[in-house]
């Protein structure tokens, strides 16, 4: 009985009262196994205990997280393992459905564990989900880049990766940043268990990604969402051309992107990207085009490019050079200096052309 007079009064009030209250015996043996700990300052497995207890059912309905924050955690916290005491505040925080007033809680547990990047990184996580769905793009933005800077000071990979990486990639995915957003999708992915995701959110995340692939600006590389299992989901569903249409750019197929036009159409994202779609696949057509040949016949004339890539061969040149400059493939320096040089002389002459002719009907307004 001596450890009790350790315990402050508000705190063996609420354990009391919470005993007593309960219904059900077995969490009933849950507060008074909360209490027997805390009296005999058993602090680590009082916070093993308690990381488990805020996920019970018995606060689903009767929302008394913060309550029990409030009147049991906040007494100890100040023992509880930084990122620890954020998780569970994560849990408490729900029990407030204000955003601002969340937010608030949340800068708070902030402040108190600024000593520590991981649990510094989980709370600002946090706030940038409710500021997300609260649509302050601003502040999601300003926070993404200051936590990103944080989480690179942390060397490893841990579910506070997986976090930064969710609210980054919702955020992209808000802002139509496609490159950005795939990157992220895919860092997401490598920092969880597939199986530890419903088959529903594989399926929606597998959609967006294939998506953003495809529109993502500077996105030529398919072969690591095609190799990767959550493509798998949308195997049999309504969505399984998606993973086709990966396919069909990752070896610049573009009659297999024309015989799912039907299907690609019904996308309005798709559909209103379509030139820079079917620029994007013609590139990789030229890529495609490249590498099938053994490495000592890649001397393509530009009718073959033409042909495979659906484009008149008098637009080829610029096809060419705009793969080059991407790195796409390679060529010889001088024969690309020249190409430059003539599609500049081209642009220039033909600008100087529609000058002239300008110039000349201007004349003739004038004489009339």
């Given amino acids: ?208 990604m294939g998506l953003a692939a495809l529109l993502g600006e500077g996105v030529y590389n398919f072969g690591e969402l095609l190799a990767h299992p959550v493509l798998e989901s949308l195997t049999g569903t309504a969505n399984e051309w998606v993973i086709e249409m990966l396919y069909a750019f990752n070896s610049g197929d573009i009659h297999q992107f024309e015989s799912l036009r039907s299907q690609w159409q019904q996308q309005p994202d798709l559909v209103k990207n379509e030139s820079k779609l079917f620029e994007k696949i013609q590139l990789l057509c030229v890529m495609e085009l490249t590498f099938k040949r053994p490495s000592t016949s890649r001397n393509i004339p530009f009718n073959v490019i033409a042909q495979e890539a659906r484009i008149p061969v008098n637009q080829v040149e610029l096809l060419v050079m705009k793969a080059l400059s991407l790195g796409l493939v390679k060529g010889n320096h001088f024969v690309c200096q020249m190409l430059l040089f003539i599609i500049c002389l081209s642009v220039y002459f033909s600008v100087l052309l529609l000058f002239t002719v300008s110039f000349l009907c201007s004349l003739g307004q004038t004489c009339f």
């Avoid at 913060?66 to 569970?88: M, T, W």
């Avoid at 547990?109 to 946090?126: G, N, Q």
């Avoid at 880049?145 to 808000?174: C, K, M, P």
């Avoid at 940043?177 to 895919?186: E, P, V």
């Fill in 1 to 208: 009985r001596d450890f009790e007079k350790t315990m402050s009064a508000g705190v063996k009030t609420y354990l009391t009262e919470r005993q007593e209250q309960e219904d059900v015996a077995e969490i009933a043996q849950a507060w008074a196994e909360l209490e027997d700990l805390y009296t005999r300052k058993l602090w680590h497995q009082l916070t093993v205990r308690m990381k488990e207890f805020v996920r019970s059912d018995c606060f689903k309905e009767s929302k008394g997280l913060l309550e029990l924050y409030e009147k049991f955690i906040s007494d100890f916290e100040h023992r509880i393992n930084s990122l620890s005491l954020v998780e569970i505040i994560l849990h408490i925080k729900d029990d407030i459905q204000d955003a601002n007033e969340a937010v608030a809680f949340l800068e708070r547990a902030k402040d108190k564990v600024k000593e520590d990047v991981e649990a510094t990184v989980l709370c600002s996580t946090a706030i940038g989900m409710i500021k997300l769905h609260a649509g302050s793009m601003e502040d999601v933005k300003t926070l993404i880049g200051e936590t990103g800077s944080l989480l690179d000071t942390v060397s490893n990979v841990s579910f506070i990766h997986a976090r930064f990486f969710d609210l980054s990639s919702q955020y992209y995915a808000a802002t139509s940043s496609y490159a950005d957003y795939y990157r992220d999708a895919l860092r997401y992915l490598g920092c969880v268990e597939l199986m530890a995701i419903p088959v529903e959110e594989q399926q929606n995340r597998a959609f967006r």
